[in-house]
């Protein structure tokens, strides 16, 4: 046999049905007092995580043009439930469930350099030849980290050592592609060029090249111990091999010439577990000490702390947040619907988006092969609040979901759902969506409203993006335009950029800073929305006279029935 024999593919075992048969006692004590136990998995997951920061600080990033934040947001911001975009960061998480991109899905940037730098790393990890040489190192060390995660579970001393040593050699694996294919692909962004360089200097390193070469040769040094074992009864022998003959390929010869139709198979399958069981460990402890240089050098790599360089680790944790990403759009790309990168500006004054669709719906949209509708938005000049304003169920609270979820996904340095776009560098994001009434506050649903907008208002810059959706929908139509007004002029003061939907139609000509977009319906049916929001005045008769025209109560209906 060959103690590394199935090493690439998994662990080596003992196929000999001798493998559950009972061992004598003084072998059975003989290999218990032998037996090695390696570190624990504590102490394995501690040096890792030693080794993972060693190098981290020097190495570049593919998030961040400039310096890297002090800390990362843990928990989402408040706007994700008004916004829908929690499912969306849910399923970018899902498809690259190993790595927690929370933090960085949580944390939008704060500067342009950081929004341009991400983009052209984005656009280019698009790229066939360089996506599909990412994948490979990112599925190698995949592939790494559960055999690593093999050798923290296992129980037996020398398989957790054979499974951390198969991790080193899936490292670098992924070490080595990975130099391969970034210096035969011609780079372009500034990030994947950084750690192009970061790369191939680690990989011609003095540390890196000691590294592989002790693995490579560990690993050849284990491939050439051959060994016999003998088993009578309950006692276990190992010798080394001696050329003995194989018999098997004879008895399949002298057999032959009988087999002359298919016949039934009498033998029984025995399930393979991918783990050693004790008397497969007891003979590894056997074959150890027939070849015990071969393995004390085996023994003295396990006890090394982790192998892996901190700066490779942070490379494929950020890979895994563009990666996840583009997973989970494949799925409306595939259907047509577009995805840009939007220009983004610190500057006052235009901003607009073209065929934009709300993700979150169109998720949902999508699995019921159901049409999306595209829409579009335009503010220029002083133009800072959009009033959305038309029939119920018509597409007004998906236009402000989607103003919003655009904004936040072009200040990741993301593709964002739409054709082309040029929008807005925030500060902060403000929601108002309606709430229902909490018992606990002993405000009611008014007071509430006012109560939210207050403290949006004062914590709100010139720089935040404010969504409101149906507010003071619960008074009176003269208090809500009385109130409606005051708060408009107080976001026109404070000149943020603002989406607000409401059933009163002359918010939106309150100043020059309002524009006014109405939800469109089907002028043939009424009760058919098109699900389109277009820009044009809001005088709240084009719908009524529909409804009127579809019950033909017109003054041109009523006066053909009122005689003459």
Known sequence: MNAFSEMEGNMAHS?????????SREIR??????HYVGPSSDELVATSARDSGQHVALSPSLLYEGPEPAALRSTAPETFVDLHLGSVMLHVNTNQAEFDLDPILNTPLERLTDIAYRQEVAAELEQLAVSTAVKEFAELMRHSRKSEERSLKAYFGYEKKFWFLDAARQYCAAVDRVTEAFNDLDLRSAGLRRMREYVTEYAHGPQYVALKNEILGLIEMLTNVRYCVWIDGGEVTVYPFGEEQ????TIHATFAKFRKNTVRDYRVAYRNSDSMNHVESWIVDLVARRYPDTFSQLDAFALRPSFRDGGLVKFDNEVAFYLGYFNYIARFREVGLPFCYPEVTAEKGEIA?????????AE?????HSSVVLNDFRLDGPERI???SGPNQGG?????????QLHYLAALGLPVPARAAKLYLFDQIFTHFERSEDITTLRGKLDDDLFRMHLILEQATSRSVIIMNEIFSSTSLKDAMKLGARLVEKLSALDA?????TFIDELSTINEKTVSMVSMIDPKNPAVRTFRVERQVADGLAYAHAIAEKYEITYDWLMRRVPS
Do not use: W
Not at 18 to 23: C, E, F, K, Q, V
Not at 246 to 249: H, K, P, R, V
């Open 246 to 249: 194989d018999y098997s390929e």
């Open 364 to 368: 949902k949209l999508v699995q019921n």
């Open 29 to 34: 004590d003989a290999l218990e007092s032998a």
């Open 386 to 388: 959009v009033v959305v």
């Open 353 to 361: 988006g073209t065929d934009i669709f709300d993700i979150a719906l």
């Open 497 to 501: 950029y603002c989406v607000c939907v």
């Open 15 to 23: 196929t000999n049905r001798s493998a559950t048969a009972p061992m």
């Open 396 to 404: 007004k609270t998906t236009f402000a979901r989607m103003f919003g």
